[in-house]
């Protein structure tokens, strides 16, 4: 079992960025496939990126590549997400995500494939 506690959010104009954390506890990072998921009133939760257990593969949504990058810090128990030029449309709750006994270099994408959740962070992009 492992618990993620995400922090980071806020409220920031559009062009501006915020790093995203989410720290786990329980269990060492290491042995997890980690994500960040966002849901907008009235949408679904949808993904934004995902790292590999190993680091050493990513993966991102069309809409932020380029933009947001994922990483993770196991010694810290903590996986960021940097998010730059942000935009109104990112305005959504933003989830950390973990699933373990995936092999070493997959990203998981879906919500389905991930066990384990944060409770959220706010990010509001003001126009």
């Known amino acids: 079992q492992v618990q993620l506690v995400e922090s980071g959010g806020g409220l920031v104009q559009a062009g501006g960025s915020l790093r995203l954390s989410c720290t786990a506890s329980g269990r060492t990072l290491t042995i997890y496939a980690m994500g960040w998921f966002r849901q907008a009133p009235g949408k679904e939760r949808e993904f934004v990126a995902g790292?590999?257990?190993?680091?050493?593969?990513?993966y991102y949504t069309d809409s932020v590549k380029g933009r947001f990058t994922i990483s993770r810090d196991n010694a810290k128990n903590t996986v960021y997400l940097q998010m730059n030029s942000l935009k109104p449309e990112d305005t959504a709750v933003y989830y950390c995500?973990?699933?373990?006994?995936?092999?070493?270099?997959?990203?998981?994408?879906?919500?389905?494939?991930?066990?384990?959740w944060g409770q959220g962070t706010q990010v509001t992009v003001s126009s």
């Open positions: 995500a973990a699933d373990p006994g995936t092999r070493l270099n997959v990203v998981l994408i879906t919500t389905a494939e991930y066990n384990y």
């Open positions: 790292i590999s257990r190993s680091g050493a593969n990513t």
